[in-house]
């Protein structure tokens, strides 16, 4: 059965920091490329961060370049997104993604190209 869970996220004022972490079984951790995306209300569902398991590849997108970190434990199958400088246009249900595309990891993927989800979970900046 494969699961992708997520933890932390919660609330924090902008300029402040927080992390989500996503702990993947049940499906080979190796040549996926692992990430995080995020959904704020009235918005389509954007790619933020993306690590290649063989960890080769990433991907930030622009609005978080400089701000936002993805890192991974590979003998957990865990990956991490570290957030800081936080701003209120961050806020958002933040989602783990698992993809089969490796190769496509240091490219923004589409929603089609993720092959697993977390549940999802919340992180809300306030100004």
């Known amino acids: 059965q494969v699961q992708l869970v997520e933890s932390g996220g919660g609330s924090v004022q902008a300029g402040g920091s927080l992390s989500v972490s996503c702990a993947a079984s049940g499906f080979t951790y190796s040549n996926k490329c692992m990430g995080w995306f995020r959904q704020a209300p009235g918005k389509e569902r954007e790619a933020v961060a993306q690590i290649s398991t063989g960890g080769s590849r990433t991907y930030y997108a622009d609005s978080v370049k400089g701000r936002f970190t993805i890192s991974q434990d590979k003998s957990e199958k865990t990956v991490y997104l570290l957030m800081n400088s936080l701003k209120p246009e961050d806020t958002a249900m933040y989602y783990c993604?698992?993809?089969?595309?490796?190769?496509?990891?240091?490219?923004?993927?589409?929603?089609?190209?993720?092959?697993?989800w977390g549940q999802g979970t919340q992180v809300t900046v306030s100004s």
């Open positions: 993604a698992a993809a089969a595309g490796w190769s496509r990891c240091g490219s923004r993927l589409r929603d089609q190209e993720v092959d697993y």
